[in-house]
């Protein structure tokens, strides 16, 4: 059993927070071998039971959940910070491009290694994640993910028109190679698949078709994709697909909504398509930084919770422009207050913290299983040093509740905020002395 003592940040399932200022958190390995958490809580009210041994005390810091990115790019690493007019051109001139280098599957292994270790250096201990259209890329990332014990989801990207060379795969070779890496990979230790059409414009009838199928096959697999997030894109989706009722409809009527199907950006919606998600249990990944980055729009907040759809929040490296958690929390607070074109609305220092953890979690269906460090939880948890510089230092001291507090670190926080990642399923099996 590992036993910690810090201030410790976890929330409730309404999703507000829960917040000792001299907290323990106790993680064990269960029957099956994964590190989860037994208690969590006041010090006094635990250290009778679970402080008595060998504890790690951690003074002025916090202990908080994982940060779990529902949608981040692999190989757009060094994408990121590209100059573009707008999403499709930044595709053209850069993404693809660089994609195409993943046919070699030694560049894969290279980037994995380097993204998996940026994840883990601001704090991202769950991923949702795209791969390339090179199946040796859904390996090179896996195989990383495992070895770092780092719960991730990815999948083969299937684009097999409008595409250029190099990243346009093949229909019938596109849908076999995906069931291939599922029964390879999925649910293999803490990794995922998800089926993943690039977007509707870049997948034929019969590829899309195919998917839907495949879903039908694995409904225990993810499903992801991009929606409505640009204007020129759903126009175009609109041309392409002119029997569907919208851009959204598409991926309903290839079979591709249901529980843990995450669709990106979701801004150009009416309310026909909230109900869609709603019903069919499909969610949202909020992408701020991308968002503002390409001027693609804004994720209306409002219109989502009037309706009742789940959403959560992701990086969207590299249209994203920063891996750091506190950097989306802070576009996405931008982004709900942006009140011209839809209304606007002043996002809580805690509802913002939780759609980075325990609601992205829930989105994803891993409610419960990460993004939390509620008893039964596995234990990722990340050590953030509120005082981390002097601005932070001087800021969070004057803090007079928690909401100030968890503002002060999305306002001026990044990755000097985070002073470790730990994994659990990496911890070693000890058993402190006296428990």
């Not at 940060?67 to 573009?84: C, E, K, L, N, R």
């Not at 928690?402 to 926080?413: H, Q, R, S, T, Y």
């Amino acid at each position: 059993m590992r036993v910690y003592r810090s201030a410790l940040l976890r929330f409730a399932d309404d999703g507000s927070a829960l917040y000792d200022e001299d907290g323990l958190l106790a993680i064990a390995p269960d029957g099956a071998g994964r590190q989860r958490v037994v208690a969590a809580g006041a010090w006094t009210a635990l250290a009778p039971t679970y402080g008595q041994g060998a504890v790690e005390h951690l003074p002025g810091r916090i202990i908080a959940p994982g940060f779990v990115d529902m949608h981040i790019h692999f190989p757009q690493t060094d994408v990121i910070g590209a100059p573009a007019d707008g999403l499709l051109p930044w595709l053209e001139n850069y993404t693809f491009p660089h994609e195409s280098r993943f046919v070699d599957p030694a560049y894969g292994a290279q980037v994995a290694g380097f993204f998996v270790e940026e994840l883990l250096r601001n704090g991202v201990s769950t991923a949702l994640t795209f791969a390339t259209s090179h199946p040796a890329s859904v390996d090179a990332l896996f195989t990383e993910a495992q070895r770092q014990q780092l719960r991730l989801i990815t999948g083969k990207v299937l684009q097999d028109r409008h595409s250029p060379d190099g990243v346009r795969d093949l229909t019938e070779q596109s849908l076999i190679d995906t069931e291939a890496l599922i029964r390879r990979w999925h649910g293999v230790g803490r990794l995922g698949y998800a089926i993943t059409p690039r977007f509707a414009p870049t997948s034929t009838h019969e590829q899309l078709q195919g998917a839907g199928e495949l879903a039908a096959r694995h409904s225990d697999v993810w499903i992801q994709s991009h929606v409505a997030e640009n204007l020129d894109e759903v126009r175009w989706a609109r041309e392409l697909f002119p029997a569907s009722r919208s851009y959204l409809a598409v991926y309903g009527d290839y079979g591709l909504m249901r529980e843990r199907a995450v669709y990106a950006h979701c801004i150009h919606f009416d309310d026909d398509d909230r109900a869609l998600m709603r019903d069919t249990g499909t969610v949202a990944a909020v992408s701020p930084t991308s968002n503002l980055f390409l001027g693609s729009g804004f994720f209306d907040y409002a219109g989502a919770d009037r309706v009742g759809f789940g959403y959560g929040l992701a990086s969207d490296v590299g249209g994203g422009t920063s891996f750091s958690p506190f950097r989306t929390m802070l576009a996405a607070y931008y982004v709900g207050r942006e009140g011209q074109t839809k209304p606007g609305l002043s996002l809580s220092p805690q509802q913002l913290w939780w759609q980075h953890t325990a609601g992205a979690a829930k989105a994803l269906g891993l409610g419960g299983v990460v993004g939390n460090l509620q008893p039964g939880c596995e234990g990722d948890f990340v050590v953030i040093n509120p005082a981390a510089t002097p601005l932070l230092a001087r800021k969070t001291a004057q803090a007079n509740n928690l909401d100030e507090l968890l503002f002060a670190m999305i306002v001026l926080g990044d990755d000097r905020l985070v002073e470790r990642t730990v994994i659990s399923q990496s911890l070693p099996d000890v058993q402190a002395a006296g428990t």
